[in-house]
């Protein structure tokens, strides 16, 4: 990668043929025109789920609506979203990749600009994390920007050190998933349902899951840039 | 709907529909990713004219951000590999050491 | 023809073109993309269909699922960027046996 015109990769295979290639857009073309007369049947107005999100805002600890949907309302499905991420860390790391080898020493410009910007996008995520409960942020936006500082550091030549890539990793990774179903079931042994959170400790318990899954989010994304197991490497 | 509504809104789509009909179309993988980079940002705006600013963020940063990281790190492996001809798969050593440290075990 | 309309046909659109390339394209790199554009073409007919609702108070239910989708797609993609880097090493090109000329 020392010579930027070497970095070529080409995709070296023929598009098909005219008859396969118009049958191909005969059917594309079919499925969007299903698609769209679908959606220009739909009324040009429709209050969806608004009406009623805003009626129950007031009971799901937060007050900006999305995060009350992610994190109250279908919390459900943002605990199966967490598990999607481990899921796919675990596939990628059973594919045994070889690992990215020694990186040759970074640049003065790169290296400069991660010891620079590492702190602020820490700063960045806690405040994503924080205001996700008022206004546009959250949990996702915040362990994204965790997860691109992890990239930033491992393409400037850091690798994690031996004593943490067993079990903190381990645990790092599982952390969204776990408190997220140990507030769970622990709403079961208060009286409610899976998930059901206490009406006065919403706002905190939200708070607490939206913490745990931005550090595994952070974790799991900058694990899936670097691909394969921390053991491997050299 | 005002006139310049209309017009950001026409430029965003047909802009999202160009880059995205070039990113594909393009033989040079490079530079289909790049193209594909930009495309997401580009939707990242258009999540903003649908007023949905927590899509937008996140889709800057994982939609755009971490998934052409995560490209160019397969395309530069996909030239290493081109670069460096048919090797044996890393992975058999380990499978053999594996393989002889499981049946110690038994 | 609202805002809405136009932004949820444009993801159809774009539904189309990612199914045109994924169909057609043999190299799977090539076919991560064109999936990659799909999933954003589904995205935003769904926020696009969310924005229907009266001025000022878009649907966020759509929008908490195009964030759970975002983030699965990534997810998703990175485990088919190793399977291709794992075809490629083991049988020596990143394509479906079925798809390469010989």
Redesign the interface.
């Known amino acids: 990668m020392s010579d930027p015109g070497r970095w070529r990769v080409r995709?070296?295979?023929?598009?098909?043929g005219g008859r396969?290639?118009a049958l191909?857009?005969v059917?594309?073309?079919a499925?969007?025109g299903g698609?769209?007369y679908a959606?220009?049947a739909?009324?040009?107005?429709?209050?969806?789920?608004?009406?009623a999100?805003?009626g129950r805002i007031a009971q799901s600890g937060v007050s900006h609506?999305?995060t009350?949907?992610?994190l109250n309302?279908?919390g459900y499905?943002?605990w199966l979203?967490l598990a999607?991420?481990v899921?796919?860390?675990v596939?990628?790391w059973s594919?045994?990749?070889p690992p990215l080898g020694p990186e040759p020493a970074p640049g003065p410009v790169l290296d400069r600009l991660t010891r620079l910007i590492l702190p602020l996008m820490i700063l960045v995520a806690g405040y994503l994390l924080w205001v996700g409960a008022q206004a546009p942020g959250g949990a996702?936006q915040a362990g994204a920007v965790l997860g691109a500082a992890g990239v930033l550091l491992l393409l400037d030549g850091w690798r994690l050190p031996r004593g943490l890539a067993g079990w903190p990793l381990r645990l790092l990774l599982v952390l969204g998933v776990a408190v997220f179903a140990a507030v769970g079931v622990a709403a079961i042994a208060l009286g409610g349902v899976l998930l059901q959170y206490p009406p006065g400790a919403a706002g905190g318990l939200i708070l607490l899951i939206e913490a745990a899954a931005t550090l595994a989010?952070g974790v799991t994304?900058a694990a899936?840039?670097h691909?394969s197991r921390p053991e491997d490497d050299p | 709907?005002t006139l310049l509504?209309w017009a950001i809104?026409?430029l965003i789509?047909l802009a999202?529909?160009w880059v995205?009909?070039r990113?594909?179309?393009s033989t040079d993988?490079f530079r289909?990713?790049v193209l594909?980079i930009g495309?997401?940002l580009v939707?990242a705006l258009?999540?903003v004219?649908?007023?949905?600013p927590?899509?937008a963020l996140?889709?800057a940063a994982?939609?755009a951000g971490?998934?052409g990281a995560?490209?160019l790190?397969?395309?530069a492996?996909?030239e290493r590999?081109d670069r460096e001809g048919?090797t044996p798969?890393p992975g058999e050593e380990e499978a053999r050491r594996e393989d002889s440290s499981a049946n110690e075990c038994k | 023809m609202?805002?809405?309309?136009?932004?949820?046909?444009?993801g159809?659109?774009?539904?189309?073109?990612?199914?045109?390339?994924m169909?057609?394209?043999?190299?799977l790199?090539?076919k991560?993309?064109?999936f990659?554009?799909m999933g954003?073409g589904a995205?935003?007919?769904l926020?696009?269909?969310?924005?229907?609702?009266?001025e000022g108070?878009?649907?966020?239910?759509?929008?908490?699922?195009?964030?759970?989708g975002?983030?699965?797609?990534?997810?998703?993609?990175?485990?088919a960027?190793?399977?291709?880097?794992?075809v490629?090493?083991?049988t020596?090109a990143?394509?479906l046996p079925e798809?390469?000329?010989d």
Do not use: C, K
């Open positions: 995709d070296p295979y023929p598009p098909p396969a290639r191909a857009i059917l594309v073309l499925v969007a698609l769209g959606l220009f739909l009324p040009l107005q429709a209050e969806g789920l608004s009406g999100v805003a609506p999305v009350a949907v992610l309302f279908r499905d943002t979203e999607v991420l899921l796919a860390l596939g990628a594919l045994g990749l996702f989010i994304l899936l840039f691909g | 709907m509504d809104d026409g789509v999202l529909l995205a009909g990113a594909l179309s993988l289909a990713v594909f495309f997401g939707l258009a999540w004219r649908l007023d949905a927590d899509i996140a889709e994982i939609g971490l998934t995560l490209l790190v397969a395309l492996r996909l590999a048919p798969p | 609202t805002a809405a309309l136009w932004y949820a046909l444009a159809v659109g774009l539904f189309a073109l990612g199914l045109y390339a169909a057609v394209h043999r190299h790199l090539r991560i993309l064109a990659n554009v954003a995205f935003l007919v926020a696009g269909l969310a924005r229907r609702a009266p108070s878009a649907d966020p239910v759509p929008h908490a699922l195009v964030i759970t975002i983030v699965v797609t990534v997810a998703a993609t990175a485990l960027l190793v399977l291709m880097l794992r490629r090493e083991a020596g990143a394509a798809d390469r000329p």
